[in-house]
C-alpha cells in the first residue's frame, strides 16, 4: 500500500499504482531493467507504460527480438504480443513473418467464444487470432 512515489522506496524508480480492477487500493511498483542490456541476452526490457504491462514497472520479458531489425534480416518488425490465458498481460516482443495469420487486432473477426486478438503462438510460432482471455 502506498498514497504517493515518495513512499516507493524498496526498489529502482518505485511508483505508486493504482490496481487495476477489482477493489481500488494503490500498490508500488519497481524497475527490474532500465534497458535491454539489464536483461538476459533471449529477453527484452519492457518498459513502464508499455502495451500489456498493467502499470508495472520495467520487466524483463520473453521474445525473439528486442528491435524491427532483429527480425526478417531487418525487413520485419518486433511487436509486443498480448498473452490471452494471463487477463491481458505482456507474453513478449515477437517479430512479425510473412506466416503470419494477422498483424494486428483489425484482422480478428469476433466469435461468440468472446473477443479475438492477434497476438504471438509459441507453438505455431506465428501470430494469430487467438480469443482473449476474460477476467473476473
Not at 48 to 76: F, I, K, L, P, W
Not at 90 to 113: K, M, R
Request: hydrophobic share 15%; glycine share 14%; proline share 3%.
Amino acid at each position: 500500500m502506498c498514497s504517493s512515489d515518495s513512499t516507493c522506496t524498496d526498489g529502482t524508480n518505485g511508483r505508486c499504482v493504482e490496481s487495476g480492477g477489482g477493489a481500488l487500493y494503490c500498490s508500488c511498483t519497481y524497475d527490474a531493467c532500465l534497458s535491454d542490456t539489464g536483461c538476459p541476452s533471449n529477453e527484452t526490457c519492457a518498459c513502464h507504460g508499455s502495451a500489456y504491462t498493467q502499470d508495472q514497472g520495467n520487466a524483463c520479458t520473453q521474445g525473439n527480438c528486442r528491435v524491427d531489425s532483429d527480425c526478417e534480416g531487418g525487413a520485419g518488425y518486433c511487436s509486443p504480443a498480448e498473452n490471452t490465458m494471463s487477463c491481458g498481460n505482456l507474453l513478449g516482443y515477437y517479430c512479425h513473418t510473412p506466416n503470419d495469420q494477422c498483424t494486428d487486432d483489425t484482422d480478428c473477426s469476433q466469435s461468440g467464444a468472446g473477443p479475438m486478438v492477434c497476438t504471438y503462438s509459441g507453438t505455431a510460432n506465428r501470430w494469430q487470432c487467438q480469443a482473449e482471455g476474460l477476467c473476473g
